[in-house]
């Protein structure tokens, strides 16, 4: 399979990274949400993103408006499905809501267009069984924030054929990724083992081991992760947190079952980064 068009479904913190990136690579690149707010918002977001970069030496400065302007923004799913080669859902972790989505993009894209969710936990084979050709869906799992992390997980199912797979990697390694292949198990590879780390932090933190910054110490000096798991959380958002711990609760046991600490803090609206507070105050 051959793809120069990408659409990605969903302009929010994921969505707008992937665009970004997909733009930035070369891909002619739509990005599709319901509200022109949404989308304005999430172009500039992009922008600042990129003239960040500027500052910091990352990107060259005519990158800027070469990347601008292989992005377009849509509000119609039907319009920004029409010509992609690829189409990259990045949608809240809802089972419901992606089967619906893919549904839709069944009849919109193109008959050999690939479609890729970017869920985290969630079972691709179980949104991929709304199609009538289940193995055109697979998981591209991206990592936030997108521009920086050089991760993409390509999470397989029975019915996908190899060149799908293949187009997938193909397609992450011009991101500038690495490529990992996983079997479509609850929370795969990453999910699986860094939800976890996450969720026994918390329970560190309740039983008072130590402080949030002490036990996030521990992981960065003493095994040379990049950052805690706490604030990993909360830049990862504690909502989503919650949810994929739910899921993975449900499917794997009580290993995965949410702290209440996650729990509280979720009620209370303190979500991490994106709300301004969550185990630490942003």
């Known amino acids: 399979m051959s793809v120069e068009r990408i659409a990605v479904i969903g302009a929010g913190t994921m969505g707008h990274g992937i665009a970004q990136v997909a733009a930035r690579a070369g891909f002619q690149t739509v990005l599709c949400d319901v509200g022109d707010e949404l989308v304005a ?10 003239e960040k970069g500027v500052e910091r030496g990352k990107v060259e400065p005519g990158e800027v408006e070469t990347t601008l302007a292989r992005l377009a923004t849509s509000t119609s799913l039907t319009a920004a499905a029409a010509e992609a080669d690829l189409i990259i859902e990045a949608i809240p972790e809802d089972m419901a809501v992606k089967r619906d989505l893919f549904a839709r993009l069944e009849t919109a894209a193109p008959p ?4 890729a969710t970017n869920t985290s936990s969630l079972s691709v084979a179980t949104i991929a069984a709304v199609l009538a050709d289940p193995g055109r869906l697979l998981g591209m799992h991206f990592f936030n924030p997108v521009h920086a992390m050089k991760l993409v997980e390509i999470v397989t199912h029975e019915a996908n054929p190899a060149a799908a797979v293949e187009t997938a990697v193909a397609v992450a390694e011009r991101l500038g ?10 929370g795969f590879a990453t999910s699986r083992l860094g939800v976890l780390l996450g969720l026994e932090a918390m329970r560190m933190l309740e039983q008072g081991v130590a402080s949030a910054r002490d036990i996030d110490t521990a992981m960065v000096l003493g095994y040379r992760h990049p950052m805690g798991p706490l604030e990993l959380t909360d830049l990862v958002g504690l909502d989503v ?13 009580e290993a995965f079952r949410p702290p209440e600490v996650l729990r509280r803090l979720v009620d209370e609206g303190k979500l991490g980064k994106k709300s301004g507070e969550g185990f630490y105050k942003w």
Request: glycine residues 6%; aromatic residues 2%.
């Open 41 to 50: 918002a999430a172009l500039a977001r992009i922008r600042a993103g990129l």
């Open 241 to 253: 947190r919650l949810a994929i711990a739910e899921y993975l609760h449900e499917e794997l046991g």
């Open 112 to 115: 050999a267009a690939l479609l």
């Open 177 to 186: 990724k690495t490529a990992i292949v996983v079997k479509d198990v609850p």
